[in-house]
């Protein structure tokens, strides 16, 4: 997915990018670039995380309209399980980061990693409750994958996606112990890896 374009001229391009679903057992994981337009600033931009799924709702489409470019962009399941969760995470922002209609100048990354765009990036530890365009990133990540997560409870409602969007909760894991793995699991993390062992 991609915002649309506008032009900025005569300023540093600065694109934030952040991800969302590291933790949980199933669905994949996504990451979100987000070129924001320093003339047009948005009100109320913090980390997905301390923000109600209301503001983060209200806050996305305002993202997606003012921005100078962004893109959503996943890393699947089969890919987080052959290649771990890291670098599933550093394979998705790479992707939205090369999916932008703008190229930035600078890419500022929430966390400890920057994934290779031949950009000149830069890691910063919370950067999502200290860069506009991280939170920004942090939002549109975060809220497209919840979406994608409920069209994923439609397919399999028994396991509760829309409820905890994937993560280990206790309800999770007992619909995984009763229901078994499904198709959308991530058999590399462990309470699903162990499922999967056979029995004594």
């Known amino acids: 997915m991609r915002g649309r374009e ?12 952040d991800e969302a679903g590291r933790g949980p057992l199933a ?6 670039a987000v070129i924001l337009d320093v ?24 993202i ?11 890393a699947e399941v089969e890919e987080i399980d052959q290649i771990n969760i890291l670098q599933a995470t550093l394979l998705a922002m790479r992707r939205a980061v090369l999916a932008l209609k703008i190229q930035p100048h600078q890419v500022l990354v929430d966390g400890l990693y920057c994934p290779q765009t031949g950009i000149p990036s830069q890691a ?3 950067g999502d409750s200290k860069i506009a365009a991280i939170s920004a990133a942090s939002i549109l990540a975060k809220t497209s994958r919840d979406a994608l997560m409920l069209e994923l409870h439609a397919q399999y409602p028994h ?14 894991l007992a619909a995984l112990r009763e229901y078994g793995v499904s198709a959308v699991h991530r058999k590399s993390f462990r309470p699903v890896r162990e499922l999967l062992l056979p029995r004594a």
Do not use: M
């Open 64 to 74: 997606r309209e003012r921005a100078l470019a962004w893109a959503v962009a996943y």
């Open 27 to 32: 669905g994949p994981v996504s990451a979100a």
């Open 159 to 172: 396991y509760g996606f829309a409820d905890h969007k994937g993560y280990p909760t206790a309800a999770h």
């Open 124 to 126: 910063i530890v919370k």
């Open 39 to 62: 003339g047009n600033p948005i009100a109320g931009l913090a980390d997905s995380k301390k923000l109600s799924e209301r503001q983060r709702d209200r806050l996305a489409p305002i």
């Open 6 to 17: 506008k032009i900025q001229q005569f300023n540093i391009l600065i694109c934030g990018v």
